[in-house]
C-alpha cells in the first residue's frame, strides 16, 4: 500500500473512530430514558422511569414502562430444586425447578478454548450479583418475582434429536398465584420458544392489578442475566446489552450501563452479547426493555403489559447460539442484526458469501482469506494502477513545484495559480492519487470488520504456529512470544515505501517513515487472520509496483 494510501487509512480510521467515541457515543446516545432511584427508595441501585411530572392514571402514565424497585421485591425464601436435562444435537441445557430458572447451556460445537479437551463453552454464566437467567416478575403496586417458587415439571428430562420437537412445563403457585412456563425444544435447531402463563385480574393480588407507583400499568416482565465468563474475561468477552425496538438497533456496552436504562417501544428482541455469541428473546407484544449492570454482570427485563380481563399469556423465542450468518437468519425475527458489522455491512456481508464460497473448495479458513485478498486485490488494479501513474507523474514536477513555491513563497494568491498552470501543462491530476483509493476505502473496511467479527474464524487454524485465526499469532523462542507475521508485514510495509514515487515536502516524508513502525505496533494484538490479510495485500501491492516501474504507463490526466 503506497504512502498517500496509508495516510489515507490513518486518517479515515480516525475520523470514524473519532466521530464514534465524541459524537455518537457521547454526544448522541440512543434515545433511553435514564432511570433515577424513585421517590424514598434508598437504593441508589433501584431504577424508575423519570415521572415526577406525570399523573398517576393519566394516559401519558398508562403509556409508562414500570419502574424497577428492588424494595417492592415479594418473594419466598430460596428453595430446592432438581434439575432437569435437556439434550440436543446442538446443546446442552439444564433449567432448575426452583424458580424455573436456566442453570447452565453448553454449546456442543464450541469449546471455551482452541484445545481439543478444553471444556464446552458455557453461555449462562452465574454472577453472585444476580439470579439465574428467564426469571419472570410480576409488576404492579408492589414487585412480584419467581425466584422463591418450587415449580413442578412433568419431565425429568428430554433428549431431542433431528427435527424432533419436546415440550417442558413447568407449574409454580406462590401467594395463590399460578404461573406456568412451557419450553419448546427442537433438536437440530438453536431457537427455544418460551410460553409463560399468569392467571386474569381474579387470580392474582390486589395490589398487583393495581398501577405502579410512578403510575405505569401493570405488567409481565422477562429477565435475562448474564455474567462474565471469566474474571480476566479471556473465554467469554461480555460486551454489553442488546436490543432491536421500532426497528433501531440499540446496543449499550456495559461500561455504559452503570446508571439504569429504559427503551420504550416496540421489542423485536433483546438480549446479551459477547463478541461471537449472543443469547436473546424476541417476545410478542413487548413494549419496553429495561437494563442495567449489577457487579460484573448484565441483568435486562423484557416487558409486557398484563391483560385486564383475562390470563396473560406471553410469548417468546428465545436464542442463545452463535452469531452465525445463516443461523440467525433461520431463527427469524430480525436477529440477524444482532450481527453488528458497522456501517459498512452489507460490503461485509457481501465478502462473507465469497469467504464461504471459497471455503468449499479450500476448506482452510487461513487460505480463503488469502484468496479473498487476491481477488479484491485484482478487482481493485486498474484503480491501483491509475493512483502509482499519478504519483509517478507528481513526483516528475515536484523540482518545477518547488521552485514556484520559492519564487512567490510571499504571495500565496500566485503560488496556487502558478501551480495550477503547472498542472495544466502537464495534464496531471493532483487528485489523481487519491480518488481511486477513495473507491477502495468502503471494500477495505467492509474486509476488516468481517475478519475482527467472522465467528468462522474463532478456533480455526491455519497452519504452522497459527492454531486460531481469531488470536493474535505467535511464535515462542526462548520463552517469548513473537509475532513473526506482524513483523514480516512492516517489512513489507517498508519495502512499499522505498519502491512508492517519493512527493509530498520533506517533513512529510520524514513523518510517513515512521508508518510501517506504528502499523507494526498497532497489529501486534490483532487477529491472525487480520494480519494475514494485510500481509498478503502488502506483498501484492509490491509486486504490482514493481510490475508499474517495469512499464512506463500512461500519464493520468
Known amino acids: 500500500m503506497d504512502r498517500r494510501t496509508l495516510l489515507f487509512v490513518v486518517i479515515s480510521v480516525g475520523i470514524l473512530l473519532g466521530y464514534q467515541e465524541l459524537v455518537l457515543d457521547r454526544l448522541a446516545p440512543p434515545s433511553p430514558i435514564e432511570s433515577s432511584s424513585a421517590p424514598g427508595n434508598p437504593d441508589p441501585g433501584a431504577s424508575s422511569l423519570p415521572g415526577a411530572a406525570i399523573a398517576p392514571g393519566s394516559e401519558a402514565a398508562a403509556n409508562q414502562p414500570p419502574a424497577i424497585d428492588d424494595v417492592m421485591v415479594q418473594e419466598q425464601a430460596p428453595v430446592e430444586g432438581r434439575r432437569i436435562l435437556v439434550e440436543t444435537d446442538l446443546y446442552r441445557a439444564t433449567l432448575n425447578t426452583a424458580g424455573g430458572r436456566l442453570e447452565s447451556f453448553e454449546l456442543k460445537g464450541f469449546r471455551q478454548e482452541v484445545a481439543a479437551g478444553s471444556p464446552l463453552l458455557q453461555l449462562v454464566v452465574p454472577a453472585a450479583e444476580v439470579a439465574l437467567p428467564l426469571g419472570v416478575e410480576l409488576r404492579g403496586a408492589e414487585l412480584w418475582s419467581d425466584a422463591g417458587v418450587s415449580y413442578a415439571a412433568d419431565h425429568d428430562s428430554l433428549t431431542l434429536t433431528d427435527t424432533n420437537t419436546g415440550t417442558l412445563e413447568l407449574r409454580g403457585t406462590s401467594k395463590g398465584v399460578l404461573l406456568v412456563k412451557r419450553f419448546t425444544f427442537r433438536?437440530?435447531?438453536?431457537?427455544?420458544?418460551?410460553?409463560?402463563?399468569?392467571?386474569?385480574?381474579?387470580?392474582?393480588?390486589?395490589?398487583?392489578?393495581?398501577?405502579?407507583?410512578?403510575?405505569?400499568?401493570?405488567?409481565?416482565?422477562?429477565?435475562?442475566?448474564r455474567g462474565p465468563g471469566s474474571t480476566d474475561e479471556t473465554i467469554l468477552a461480555l460486551e454489553g446489552a442488546a436490543a432491536l425496538i421500532g426497528g433501531k438497533l440499540e446496543i449499550q456496552k456495559r461500561s455504559d450501563l452503570e446508571?439504569?436504562?429504559?427503551?420504550?417501544?416496540?421489542?423485536?428482541?433483546?438480549?446479551?452479547?459477547d463478541h461471537y455469541f449472543l443469547t436473546a428473546a424476541a417476545p410478542t407484544g413487548a413494549n419496553a426493555v429495561q437494563v442495567r449492570t449489577r457487579g460484573n454482570a448484565i441483568e435486562s427485563r423484557i416487558l409486557s403489559p398484563l391483560s385486564a380481563t383475562g390470563p396473560t399469556s406471553a410469548e417468546y423465542l428465545l436464542y442463545l447460539g452463535p452469531k452465525d450468518r445463516s443461523t440467525l437468519v433461520a431463527a427469524g425475527h430480525d436477529l440477524l442484526r444482532g450481527l453488528n458489522l458497522g456501517w459498512f455491512g452489507p460490503i461485509s456481508l457481501l465478502l462473507l458469501d465469497l469467504l464461504l464460497f471459497l471455503h468449499r473448495f479450500s476448506?482452510?479458513?487461513?487460505?480463503?482469506?488469502?484468496?479473498?485478498?487476491?481477488?479484491?486485490?485484482?478487482?481493485?488494479?486498474?484503480?491501483?494502477?491509475?493512483?502509482?501513474?499519478?504519483?509517478?507523474?507528481?513526483?516528475?514536477?515536484?523540482?518545477?513545484?518547488?521552485?514556484?513555491?520559492?519564487?512567490?513563497?510571499?504571495?500565496?494568491?500566485?503560488?496556487?495559480?502558478?501551480?495550477?498552470?503547472?498542472?495544466?501543462?502537464?495534464?496531471?491530476?493532483?487528485?489523481?492519487?487519491c480518488?481511486?483509493?477513495?473507491?477502495?476505502?468502503?471494500?477495505?473496511?467492509?474486509?476488516?470488520?468481517?475478519?475482527?467479527?467472522?465467528?468462522?474464524?474463532?478456533?480455526?487454524?491455519?497452519?504452522?504456529?497459527?492454531?486460531?485465526?481469531?488470536?493474535?499469532?505467535?511464535?515462542?523462542?526462548?520463552?517469548?512470544?513473537?509475532?513473526?507475521?506482524?513483523?514480516?508485514?512492516?517489512?513489507?510495509?517498508?519495502?512499499?515505501?522505498?519502491?512508492?514515487?517519493?512527493?509530498?515536502?520533506?517533513?512529510?516524508?520524514?513523518?510517513?517513515?515512521?508508518?510501517?513502525?506504528?502499523?507494526?505496533?498497532?497489529?501486534?494484538?490483532?487477529?491472525?487472520?487480520?494480519?494475514?490479510?494485510?500481509?498478503?495485500?502488502?506483498?501484492?501491492?509490491?509486486?504490482q509496483q514493481w510490475l508499474n516501474l517495469r512499464s512506463p504507463g500512461k500519464p493520468s490526466s
Open 187 to 225: 433438536g437440530d435447531a438453536y431457537p427455544i420458544a418460551l410460553e409463560i402463563e399468569t392467571p386474569g385480574p381474579e387470580g392474582l393480588p390486589e395490589k398487583l392489578q393495581q398501577d405502579g407507583p410512578d403510575g405505569s400499568p401493570p405488567a409481565l416482565a422477562l429477565v435475562w442475566t
Open 259 to 273: 446508571t439504569p436504562l429504559t427503551f420504550p417501544g416496540p421489542v423485536e428482541w433483546a438480549g446479551i452479547e
Open 363 to 433: 476448506g482452510n479458513w487461513g487460505v480463503d482469506i488469502i484468496l479473498l485478498t487476491v481477488l479484491v486485490k485484482l478487482l481493485f488494479w486498474p484503480l491501483t494502477r491509475k493512483s502509482f501513474d499519478s504519483m509517478r507523474q507528481m513526483q516528475k514536477i515536484q523540482p518545477e513545484m518547488a521552485k514556484i513555491r520559492e519564487r512567490y513563497k510571499d504571495d500565496s494568491a500566485k503560488m496556487n495559480q502558478e501551480i495550477m498552470e503547472l498542472y495544466k501543462r502537464h495534464k496531471v491530476n493532483p487528485l489523481g492519487g
Open 435 to 543: 480518488l481511486p483509493m477513495v473507491l477502495q476505502i468502503p471494500v477495505f473496511f467492509g474486509l476488516y470488520t468481517l475478519l475482527a467479527n467472522t465467528i468462522e474464524l474463532r478456533h480455526a487454524p491455519f497452519g504452522f504456529w497459527i492454531h486460531d485465526l481469531a488470536a493474535p499469532e505467535r511464535v515462542m523462542i526462548l520463552g517469548i512470544g513473537v509475532p513473526v507475521l506482524t513483523l514480516l508485514l512492516g517489512v513489507t510495509m517498508f519495502v512499499q515505501q522505498r519502491m512508492t514515487p517519493a512527493q509530498g515536502d520533506p517533513t512529510q516524508q520524514r513523518i510517513m517513515m515512521f508508518m510501517p513502525l506504528i502499523f507494526t505496533f498497532m497489529f501486534i494484538g490483532f487477529p491472525a487472520g487480520l494480519t494475514i490479510y494485510w500481509l498478503t495485500n502488502n506483498v501484492l501491492t509490491i509486486a
